[in-house]
């Protein structure tokens, strides 16, 4: 079965610097990749997703990720950080190792990031 | 329009008793699936309709858990006998594709079994 791994339970950046969130999965076959944000008491909502075609996507809010498969990573990055960034973030592959894909999530154990003024 | 809803947004009830909840889809998605966010295990896949049909029932833990939609609209998940185990919040998300690649997730029902 695949799994996501995301190494980083927590990351503290300031406000203004850049970000880099990592993301393993181990799926050997196209994965189907996304990145969520939850914000506390809220649901998840969705940054970007990779299928296929160009290895690096852009995403709402100013995100973006790169499809590393030589590296079996994702991860999601963005340039300059805002106070409202802080949430916590998954990684998740939608991928399938056989039969239909019904789109089921796999999610990563999430890092949590703080952002300091 | 309006997104996914869940009710109730938090439950708590006595170990031992049955709860229901409650996910309406955006309308017009067919597809709709069950997770479960809990400290001890992250976010898990519970259940997945396409419609009426749950082709996809893997991740129901255990036959307490069951679930249901009606009229390819409103699902209930029911947990019968509740432990302290299920205290998570359990959200539902849709989709209108086939593969359901897209997945639009309501806020969540925080459940507590005290």
């Known amino acids: 079965a695949q799994s996501v791994t995301q190494p980083d339970i927590h990351i503290t950046v300031s406000e203004g610097a850049s970000l880099e969130l990592r993301c393993n999965y181990s799926y050997g076959a196209t994965p189907y990749l996304f990145w969520y944000v939850q914000s506390p008491g809220q649901g998840l909502q969705l940054l970007l997703k990779?299928?296929?075609?160009?290895?690096l996507v852009q995403g709402i809010k100013g995100f973006e990720a790169e499809f590393k498969r030589s590296q079996s990573s994702f991860n999601l990055r963005k340039p300059s950080v805002h106070w409202s960034d802080a949430a916590e973030y998954f990684c998740?592959?939608?991928?399938?190792?056989?039969?239909?894909?019904?789109?089921?999530?796999?999610f990563g154990q999430g890092t949590i990031l703080t952002v300091h003024p | 329009g309006a997104g996914v809803s869940q009710s109730p947004s938090n439950k708590v009830t006595e170990k031992g008793k049955d709860v229901e909840l409650r996910c309406d889809p955006i309308s017009g998605h067919t597809a709709l699936y069950w997770y479960r966010q809990s400290l001890g295990q992250g976010l898990e896949f519970l259940i997945y309709f396409q419609g009426n049909s749950a082709p996809d029932k893997s991740g129901l833990p255990s036959d307490r858990f069951s679930a249901e939609r009606t009229g390819g609209s409103v699902s209930t998940l029911t947990i019968q006998r509740t432990q302290q185990e299920d205290s998570a919040v359990y959200l539902c998300?849709?989709?209108?594709?086939?593969?359901?690649?897209?997945?639009?997730f309501g806020p969540g029902t925080r459940l507590t079994v005290t």
């Open positions: 998300a849709s989709s209108d594709t086939i593969p359901s690649y897209e997945q639009y």
């Open positions: 990779y299928f296929s075609g160009d290895t």
């Open positions: 998740a592959d939608a991928s399938n190792a056989g039969g239909t894909s019904y789109g089921k999530l796999t």
